[in-house]
Structure formats: C-alpha cells, structure tokens
C-alpha cells in the first residue's frame, strides 16, 4: 500500500511540553502538533484499507521543504503513531512492524511530502 502525505512532516518528539502539577511531571505533545495530526489523518481517509495490517516492511521517504537540519526517525515516530491510531497497523512494536527504511528525496520546496511504502 503506497500512501503519500503532503506539507512539512513534523516531529512528535520536538513538539513536546512539560508542566508540574500537584508535584506530577506531565507530558504533552503542543497544540500545533496536535492540529498537524488531525489534517494528517483527515488526509489518510482517502486510502481504503479493510484491516489493519499485522505484519509488515514500511518504507518513508521524506522530501523536506528547506535545508533545516531534521531526524529522520524523529519524523518516523509520529507516523508511525499516526498509522497505528488510524488503523492502518495493528501497533507499531518491533513484531509487526519487522522492517523500517528510511530515505531522504531531498528537498522539494513546491511538494513537501512523504511517501510511505507499506509492504505486508
């Protein structure tokens, strides 16, 4: 299944917060993360998938906007995450997800985009 998102991928590990409350450390992802989430899935309805997948290779590569220096497997993270809250893998762990490649395309300043190659 070959599926493509557009604009800058953003990195969930980057976009983290952290408060105190009642002497509890609590974590959360910001609010502009959070509204890149939901466009990102709103764009993954358009791919049919019938189950979610339960064995597979994934493959991402990432045409970046700028020069900016990024992680790959930063950007990984939170799609993978997104695949999973989705329903397009069963979970992301080491036993479904067997395989994981990550590339650079380049930069593409007109089309920033991933392109996500899941392999069953």
């Not at 299944?1 to 009642?22: V, Y």
């Not at 045409?63 to 990984?76: E, H, Q, V």
Request: proline share 2%; aromatic share 10%; charged share 30%.
């Amino acid at each position: 299944m070959k599926l493509t998102l557009f604009g800058r991928i953003l990195s969930k590990k980057n976009s983290k917060g952290a408060m105190c409350r009642n002497g509890i450390a609590m974590v959360f992802v910001s609010a502009k993360y959070r509204q890149w989430e939901k466009e990102k899935a709103t764009e993954l309805l358009q791919f049919k998938i019938e189950k979610p997948f339960e064995f597979v290779s994934i493959n991402m590569t990432f045409f970046l906007p700028d020069k900016r220096k990024t992680d790959l497997i930063n950007k990984a993270e939170g799609l993978l995450d997104l695949l999973v809250d989705n329903g397009f893998i069963v979970d992301d762990n080491w036993t479904i997800v067997n395989s994981l490649h990550l590339y650079s395309g380049g930069i593409d300043r007109e089309n920033p985009r991933v392109e996500i190659d899941i392999v069953e």
